[in-house]
């Protein structure tokens, strides 16, 4: 038997309460043996949901195989009296925490109300595009509020609906609240670029999120790197996340208001994950740098040299908080004292040049360390070849800070 309470016109809520393997008429009432079965028409219940099925219903149980405290299911319905078997929606939609009050458009847009969802605070609505197979969207604020917001039912025709809150400012303990959408987006364009090369970024992944209850839009970059989304307007303070395999997540923060339609060149930058250093780490290897070898006796920059200086000049451009130590060691060749008096030399020059192409010197240093760290066995006395000598000038660009 059917239950029909008549909220507005064109706006009717049904319900079947019962045990396992029966449902019968019932009043509206928070659970029967752990069982509730919704579902929502404006006109009647062929037109619940446009799916392959005649009839397909939404309800939420705690039954064994569940994913959380309440999960919500979907069944099918042959006949009234007549259904199928129930199918979890999955964790994509359920979590460890409550999903309940379970409705679905004629659109197969899914609104449920869950506290296991990133939220604003109690029970949130959600929704999601079953038909298109979107992911879960918070609908937040102004429909969502710190407390518990629930039971939304939404009619497309009329971009209008219902929701129940228990918010500050209402009448008494939950409040039947009216809503009707209206067309307020902010478009925001922009691109996903290397850090270091600057090179466009394809394919990359972007969703906008707010701190407090995770995505509220979500694109990718075409083959170009370049992407558009779309916010409600409403949305003030949000960060526009890019992620790509290989990369570190990069992120910019956007400020908006609902009088900006569309923001444009909304760049976000990402950082190869190889080229991430630690404290300690040298850039020679970190970006794959020729070695910089000095001649024997000599404190001058070889012509080689130059290209690689350029890459860590560049890398030190991009990352303004990044401070280095240059080390430089000779081999073991001429005194102690004249090997440490030389490196020192060559450290300083090498200094000079990084600050000449316009790195601070505030965040460039440099140290000799003569023949004290040799990184082979040409120690005093050990007879080497002029190969494994060079291997031990060298200089090395130590991450600091």
């Known amino acids: 038997m059917v239950n029909k309470n008549k ?6 809520h049904y319900a079947y309460m019962g045990n396992e393997s029966t449902y019968e008429e019932s009043d509206f009432a928070p659970s029967f043996n752990n069982k509730f079965l919704v579902f929502y028409t404006g006109r009647d219940l062929e037109t619940t949901s446009r799916s392959s099925t005649p009839y397909l219903n939404l309800y939420k149980t705690t039954m064994p195989g569940t994913l959380g405290a309440s999960d919500i299911f979907m069944v099918e319905v042959y006949n009234v009296g007549s259904y199928g078997i129930p199918q979890n929606l999955g964790s994509k939609i359920n979590t460890e925490s409550k999903e309940t009050f379970p409705f679905i458009s004629d ?12 939220g604003l605070g109690g029970l949130d609505i959600f929704s999601i595009d079953l038909k298109n197979q979107g992911k879960v969207k918070n609908l937040g604020n102004p429909i969502n509020s710190p407390n518990d917001d629930f039971s939304l039912i939404f009619d497309d025709e009329t971009s209008s609906g219902f929701f129940a809150s228990n918010r500050t400012g209402g009448i008494g303990g939950d409040d039947i609240y009216a809503l009707k959408t209206i067309d307020c987006i902010v478009s925001i364009s922009g691109n996903a670029v290397d850090k270091d090369s600057e090179k466009p970024l394809p394919f990359a992944t972007i969703n906008a999120k707010k701190i407090s209850r995770g995505n509220i839009g979500e694109a990718q970059t075409d083959a170009q790197g370049n992407y558009t989304i779309e916010i409600p307007c409403q949305e003030s303070q949000y960060s526009i996340v890019a992620n790509l395999e290989g990369y ?3 992120s910019l923060f956007m400020i908006t208001t609902p009088d900006e339609k569309k923001v444009k060149n909304a760049r976000v930058i990402l950082e190869e994950s190889s080229k991430v250093a630690v404290i300690g780490a040298d850039l020679v290897k970190v970006l794959k740098l020729a070695p910089i070898y000095f001649d024997l006796n000599s404190s001058y920059l070889r012509n080689n040299a130059f290209e690689n200086l350029d890459k860590v000049v560049a890398y030190m451009k991009k990352r303004p908080e990044v401070k280095v130590e240059i080390g430089a060691h000779t081999d073991s060749r001429e005194e102690d004292d004249y090997n440490l008096w030389l490196s020192d030399r060559r450290a300083k020059r090498t200094v000079a040049y990084i600050i000449s192409e316009g790195i601070d010197s505030s965040r460039i240093t440099g140290k000799g360390y003569g023949e004290t760290e040799l990184i082979n066995k040409c120690v005093n006395g050990v007879i080497c070849s002029d ?5 031990n000038r060298r200089s090395e660009f130590i991450l600091i800070e």
């Not at 909220?7 to 009717?12: G, Q, W």
């Not at 190969?387 to 291997?391: G, S």
């Open 7 to 12: 909220l507005a016109d064109n706006f009717e």
């Open 107 to 118: 659109s197969e847009v899914l609104y449920f109300a869950s506290d296991g969802h990133p």
């Open 248 to 250: 570190e997540e990069g």
């Open 387 to 391: 190969r494994d000598h060079q291997l």
